[in-house]
Nanobody, 123 residues
Framework: QVQLVESGGGLVQAGGSLRLSCAAS????????MGWFRQAPGKEREFVCG????????YYADSVKGRFTISRDNAKNAMYLQMNSLKPEDTAVYYC????????????????WGQGTQVTVSS
């Protein structure tokens, strides 16, 4: 099992950047693929991006391609989301999630979730 805690959210102007972090507890972090999801008010939670166990493969939603970058550091039990060129429509609660299958794709089995961190982008 793995426990996840997100940090790094906040308020930023459109065009700005933020870096989210996800800290994982446990000694088996590298056995999980990881993903970022987000949920805006009144909308369903959606896949943002994912990364496989050792970082060799990444997956992005079309809406964030070219602006967001997912990465992980297995030695630090951490995952990151660098968000650039932020838009008001990126406003949401961002969640990190762990996928025991090791894939990290948009339809993978994310069984463990953090509590989320709020990202607000002002126009």
């Amino acid at each position: 099992q793995v426990q996840l805690v997100e940090s790094g959210g906040g308020l930023v102007q459109a065009g700005g950047s933020l870096r989210l972090s996800c800290a994982a507890s446990g000694r088996t972090f590298s056995s999980y693929a990881m993903g970022w999801f987000r949920q805006a008010p009144g909308k369903e939670r959606e896949f943002v991006c994912g990364i496989n166990r050792f970082g060799g493969s990444t997956y992005y939603a079309d809406s964030v391609k070219g602006r967001f970058t997912i990465s992980r550091d297995n030695a630090k039990n951490a995952m990151y989301l660098q968000m650039n060129s932020l838009k008001p429509e990126d406003t949401a609660v961002y969640y990190c999630a762990a996928d025991p299958t090791g894939w990290g794709g948009p339809r993978s089995e994310y069984n463990y979730w953090g509590q989320g961190t709020q990202v607000t982008v002002s126009s």
